[in-house]
């Protein structure tokens, strides 16, 4: 599902004229795999952009919070989505459109839940706040013979990022930091490269 390396940008954008350049950008900096969230008045248009572009990036939908959503996901041309929930008509919803669903997880109930439908890939959040890498190896400490993986998002910076890329349960690293709202509104595409790149390093070094 995920390409290359580890590293999930998540973006929001406001302003759907920036969003081939801000792909393009994260592309040529050696970012292969991201997320857009739904959050702005703007995410669907660019997410159209995006994915009708020649920018041959791996393109999650996030922020999935409905039925709407997901079926927008899915006519889009999205390669995955991911919700930060559980809701189990989303799900259910997600695998009749034969549509890859990453369901967000916080407990045991919740992975509990989430493995009934057969579905292995999780989205664990909000990361930091609930603990990080400790508290999740323990609430997927009963879980471990199913080899879970998960792409954690919340909180995760240039401090913490290590702990989360040297585990082989990690599928994805996700954040704001790489590409922050200020620094697209501005056009700073070479702090966004900048800081693409920094992370990579990370993961060339650790390997």
């Excluded at 390409?3 to 970012?31: F, T, W």
Aim: charged share 25%; aromatic share 8%; proline share 3%.
């Amino acid at each position: 599902m995920f390409i290359e390396n580890k590293i999930l940008p998540v973006l929001v954008i406001h302003d759907q004229k920036k969003a081939i350049d801000l792909a393009k950008c994260l592309y040529d900096s050696g970012i292969r795999n991201i997320e857009i969230a739904l959050r702005t008045n703007a995410s669907k248009k660019s997410i159209e952009k995006i994915v009708a572009s020649e920018i041959p990036l791996n393109i999650g939908i996030g922020t999935i919070l409905s039925l709407d959503d997901l079926i927008f996901a899915k006519d889009v041309g999205a390669n995955f989505g991911l919700s930060p929930s559980t809701d189990t008509q989303i799900i259910e919803k997600s695998i009749d459109l034969n549509f890859d669903l990453i369901p967000g997880i916080s407990t045991p109930t919740d992975i509990s839940t989430v493995i009934k439908y057969g579905i292995n890939k999780l989205k664990f959040f909000p990361a930091e706040n609930l603990g990080g890498m400790d508290y999740l190896n323990r609430i997927n400490s009963p879980f471990k013979h199913l080899d879970l993986k998960y792409v954690v998002l919340g909180g995760i910076d240039h401090d913490n990022f290590m702990k989360y890329a040297e585990s082989d349960n990690i599928i994805a690293i996700g954040g704001s930091w790489i590409a922050k709202k200020e620094l697209i509104d501005n056009n700073d595409w070479n702090e966004i490269s900048r800081r693409a790149k920094i992370f990579l390093n990370y993961l060339f070094k650790k390997e």
